[in-house]
């Protein structure tokens, strides 16, 4: 199966300029963990409730002044659409991310997530990837990408 057959469109965005307290309002919302981050209709980065809560809260700043742009990441994991549902667990795995960007020429087209490949994937697979996005890496700096 394909991630763009898995995939929600139109998922809820940020842009770069908005403010760190309107991702946290959108991810409160939405009850979700993390956002693209678009200008132009083009995936510019990722911000997650872990950037909000190390880069902003616990910085100090002000979550009513701050833009995304101060604590996304730029280089967001992202997925082609055409690609196969096995590559985007694979990927949630090697990457620990739960939720993956699906782009197409920058532009960003979806988002899937952990919970539509288990709807596809037999529970004991499943279990195993989620069991390798959450647990630490050993040997590698863990990193706040979703």
Partial sequence: MKVRDLMTSDPATVGPDDVVAQAA????DEDCGSLPVVK??????????RDITVRSVAAGADPKRQKI???????PITIAPDSEADEAARMMAEFQVRRLPVVED???????VTAQLARRESAGKMGSTI????????????????
Avoid: Y
């Avoid at 309002?25 to 409160?28: A, N, P």
């Avoid at 742009?69 to 280089?75: L, N, P, R, T, W």
């Fill in 25 to 28: 309002t959108l991810m409160k």
């Fill in 69 to 75: 742009s101060e604590i996304m990441s730029a280089d």
């Fill in 40 to 49: 132009d209709a083009k995936l510019v980065g990722i911000v997650t409730d």
């Fill in 131 to 146: 069991k390798e996005i959450s647990e630490p890496a050993s040997g590698r700096a863990s990193h706040a990408r979703g």
């Fill in 106 to 112: 920058g532009r960003l087209l979806g988002i899937v």
